[in-house]
T-cell receptor
Framework: AQSVAQPEDQVNVAEGNPLTVKCTYS??????LFWYVQYPNRGLQFLLK??????LVKGSYGFEAEFNKSQTSFHLKKPSALVSDSALYFC?????????????FGTGTRLTVIP | GAVVSQHPSWVICKSGTSVKIECRSL??????MFWYRQFPKQSLMLMAT?????????EQGVEKDKFLINHASLTLSTLTVTSAHPEDSSFYIC??????????FGSGTRLTVV
């Protein structure tokens, strides 16, 4: 069965510093991987996805993530954090070989960017 | 890009009444939509997969008679919470698969049952 782990419930970073939000996954084959951001009382906004191809994926708002197959990781990164990046971040996976149609989500990481 | 509209954004209802939540794909056809429930400070829990023109597929532990899902067209899926009780209070989010291997989410519905 598929699983997604976001080992950090909370990440704090100073404004202007680089940020990393960690995600590891477990699937039966090659995954589709996604990052979403959620602001209070809002739905999820798409940041980026990895389907195939280049392991470094660039997404919205200056975010990027690197697919690392050997470490089964898909960490989200940004070179310089903004206060407006403070939100809840979810990593998600779709386990293609199982035929699953839906996304399976991690537990989320709350990012706080300190001015 | 793909847009999913979800209404209402919030609703307060009395215990025992039913509430309908709509999820529309505005600029693409969605043969499959998903309904999630999110508890405070927790992740999204998949409730059911809604397929256009057929019965929804419910996840284990989700009462299909309580959470009625209808996907009558390629752009509209509805979730009806029947005979709502305070424990049904939650944040409900719909999602649709777009045509670019992605998933677009609605803005969510905050349901409060009093």
């Amino acid at each position: 069965a598929q699983s997604v782990a976001q080992p950090e419930d909370q990440v704090n970073v100073a404004e202007g510093n680089p940020l990393t939000v960690k995600c590891t996954y477990s699937v039966s084959g090659n995954p589709y991987l996604f990052w979403y951001v959620q602001y209070p009382n809002r739905g999820l906004q798409f940041l980026l996805k990895y389907i195939t191809g280049d392991n470094l994926v660039k997404g919205s708002y200056g975010f990027e993530a690197e697919f690392n197959k050997s470490q089964t990781s898909f960490h989200l990164k940004k070179p310089s954090a903004l206060v407006s990046d403070s939100a809840l971040y979810f990593c998600a996976v779709r386990d293609i070989p199982t035929g699953a149609n839906n996304l399976f989500f991690g537990t989320g990481t709350r990012l706080t960017v300190i001015p | 890009g793909a847009v999913v509209s979800q209404h209402p954004s919030w609703v307060i209802c009395k215990s025992g009444t039913s509430v309908k939540i709509e999820c529309r794909s505005l600029d693409f056809q969605a043969t499959t939509m998903f309904w999630y429930r999110q508890f405070p400070k927790q992740s999204l829990m998949l409730m059911a997969t809604s397929n256009e023109g057929s019965k929804a597929t419910y996840e284990q532990g989700v009462e299909k008679d309580k959470f009625l899902i209808n996907h009558a067209s390629l752009t509209l899926s509805t979730l009806t919470v029947t005979s709502a009780h305070p424990e049904d209070s939650s944040f409900y989010i719909c999602s649709a698969r777009d045509d670019g291997f992605g998933y677009t989410f609605g803005s969510g519905t905050r349901l409060t049952v009093v």
